[in-house]
């Protein structure tokens, strides 16, 4: 009997020891200005008590910085590839030249650097940045490769709002994994354990005062039904393209992958006091990600189906900077006019098989992704409505490169008011009809496509994307033949900076690379701006190639260098 309670007593206080330790909520570290460097590397992180778990990570072990941009400037991004793998980074939401996107045929081969540029021109909001290699995403994403992006503007600026970063304005990726028994992470769709900016079971300490939280759905599958465990309101003040025009108080947001939501929650007078911002996950339906349940196989997990906390919240005392209130008002968005589309595209999600039995694999149109077929070319500046119906017996988080838009229809019906705010990604659920409007501006590429796809990496992985080139009729290849361009490199010999002299007018450069004998790449320099010259300081001594291609008949010419 004695014997009995001792082992009761010993089983129940260690539940309970087990219960209350929390660890500190990390707060990825952040990058401003308009230069950024972004290292790609394998590395470990101790996740788990015991062996650490491999990981790769940006500049760190888990994830990325979180990078901030000021809309109207111009930034420069310096992407070093020091994985074992080749990988892209592709950055989500941006409205950019497919060219600098990142997406799958933006790859950077190990030991290579990339480095795109482009003017921001998105609204503040937050954004994120990830892989995009095909095939590889979920792997790639799985491993720690993401990172978040705050965008600021003046208008957003200009609002009475929550934003000292890691103070009341708090970054939250949400993701799963499962762990194998030497706490490696084990490739799955779904995890059995709850991860927030990395860290199992987290908690964070919250001043008593308005709170804002940028919520990012970086789940390799999963949803979250977000809300709070004392039932509480919270607002929601942005969705993934930015401002809504108007808070908007809900007691639940249902987040799916790729997604990003940014809420308002007031903790005003709480001092002391605690709270768990959950994923009402029970409420799912079998055809939903996240509310899908097995007893066994790939997709079995511990968290599938049911209510789990996300994220411990204790509350201590406010700081001077807070606000007593929050605005009514937030901005006025001006969406394309429907009357001002010229064309409707239909897209169908379906379900398909490839052996009778096995389990579905799910297509766009009823084609898998094809790297080398371009499923649309859109002419640039063109206003279109896209209609995705879906009979497939899932859901599926639509996504779209290039362009923010806004939901027309769901079912038929008008969007709710937290749907009404620009978007990038629209949750498509089984069965059902959606369509969006968006404007295809800025930038024609007759080369690089953007794509659309399911957000869910192993859809994707999968084939569950197309892809599409906005295209200029004007700037296109066409059957004009260019005079070959005249250019030789200087010095040759040379130490830190290639320069190019053109023997007559400078040509308009599309891309340059620079390559061994063998083939390795080591810069790729999309529309290289090179007044000042190409800066081969890294490079080792050898000899090497300059590959030009020519922005109007997209060929491409070779010169060797030697570097001292
Ligand atoms: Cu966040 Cu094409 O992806
Ligand atoms: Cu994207
Ligand atoms: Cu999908």
Redesign the pocket.
């Known amino acids: 009997m004695k014997k009995h309670f001792i082992l009761f007593l010993f089983l129940f206080t260690s539940r309970l020891a087990l219960a209350q330790t929390y660890n500190s909520l990390w707060i990825p570290d952040t990058l401003s200005g308009t230069n950024f460097t972004l290292t790609a590397v394998d590395t470990f992180k101790q996740m788990i008590p015991g062996n650490q778990t491999i990981t790769a990570a940006y500049n760190g072990n888990w994830m990325g910085p979180t990078l901030i941009w000021q809309k109207g400037s111009t930034i420069n991004m310096t992407v070093h590839n020091k994985l074992q793998d080749s990988t892209t980074i592709?950055w989500?939401?941006m409205h950019l030249p497919a060219v600098m996107d990142g997406?799958p045929h933006q790859i950077i081969p190990p030991n290579t650097t990339w480095s795109p540029y482009w003017k921001i021109t998105n609204n503040a909001g937050t954004y994120?940045y990830?892989p995009?290699l095909h095939m590889e995403?979920q792997k790639q994403l799985e491993s720690g490769l993401a990172g978040m992006i705050i965008i600021r503007d003046s208008i957003e600026s200009s609002l009475k709002l929550p934003r000292t970063y890691g103070v009341d304005d708090i970054p939250l990726a949400l993701t799963d994994r499962k762990f194998t028994s030497s706490n490696q992470i084990n490739s799955a769709p779904y995890g059995d354990s709850m991860m927030v900016n990395g860290v199992l079971r987290p908690q964070f300490t919250v001043p008593a005062q308005w709170v804002r939280f940028r919520i990012l759905d970086a789940a390799i599958e999963r949803s979250y039904n977000l809300g709070f465990n004392d039932g509480r309101s919270f607002y929601m003040i942005s969705s993934d393209g930015g401002l809504l025009d108007s808070p908007v108080a809900v007691k639940k947001y249902f987040i799916s992958a790729?997604e990003r939501v940014e809420i308002l929650v007031n903790f005003s007078h709480q001092k002391g006091s605690s709270v768990d911002l959950m994923a009402y996950n029970s409420t799912l339906a079998q055809s939903e990600p996240g509310g899908d349940a097995f007893p066994n196989g790939p997709f079995e997990n511990y968290l599938q189906r049911k209510d789990f906390t996300i994220l411990h919240l204790n509350v201590t005392d406010s700081n001077s900077n807070s606000i007593s209130s929050i605005p009514t008002k937030l901005t006025t968005n001006i969406f394309p006019d429907v009357a001002s589309a010229v064309l409707t595209r239909s897209l169908s999600i379906s379900d398909s098989s490839d052996r009778p039995g096995a389990p579905p694999k799910f297509i766009i149109n009823h084609k898998f992704f094809d790297y080398n077929y371009y499923n649309y070319s859109v002419p640039l500046n063109n206003t279109e409505i896209w209609e995705i119906s879906s009979t497939s017996n899932f859901s599926h988080p639509f996504?779209?490169?290039d362009v923010e838009f806004h939901i027309l229809s769901i079912d038929g019906g008008t969007a709710p008011p937290q749907l009404q705010g620009w978007k990038?990604?629209v949750y498509v659920k089984s069965k059902q009809k959606v369509s969006f409007i968006a404007r295809f501006a800025d930038y024609a590429d007759s080369l690089h496509p953007f794509?659309?796809?399911c957000?869910i990496a192993l859809h994707?992985d999968e084939g569950m994307?197309g892809q599409f080139l906005v295209e200029n009729e004007k700037t296109g290849i066409n059957n004009i033949s260019y005079p070959k361009p005249n250019f030789s490199l200087f010095p040759n010999p040379a130490n830190n900076k290639l320069m190019i002299n053109f023997d007559h007018e400078p040509i308009d450069v599309y891309y340059i690379t620079i390559t061994d004998i063998l083939g390795r790449t080591y810069f790729m320099l999309p529309k290289p701006r090179f007044e000042n010259g190409i800066d081969i300081s890294t490079l080792k001594p050898g000899n090497y190639f300059l590959n030009l291609t020519d922005n109007s008949n997209k060929q491409t010419y070779t010169r060797s260098f030697v570097k001292q």
Do not use: K, S, T
Request: charged share 10%; no cysteine; net charge negative.
């Open positions: 592709h989500h939401g997406g994120w990830h995009h995403a790729g996504h779209i490169h990038d990604v794509m659309y796809h957000h994707e994307m």
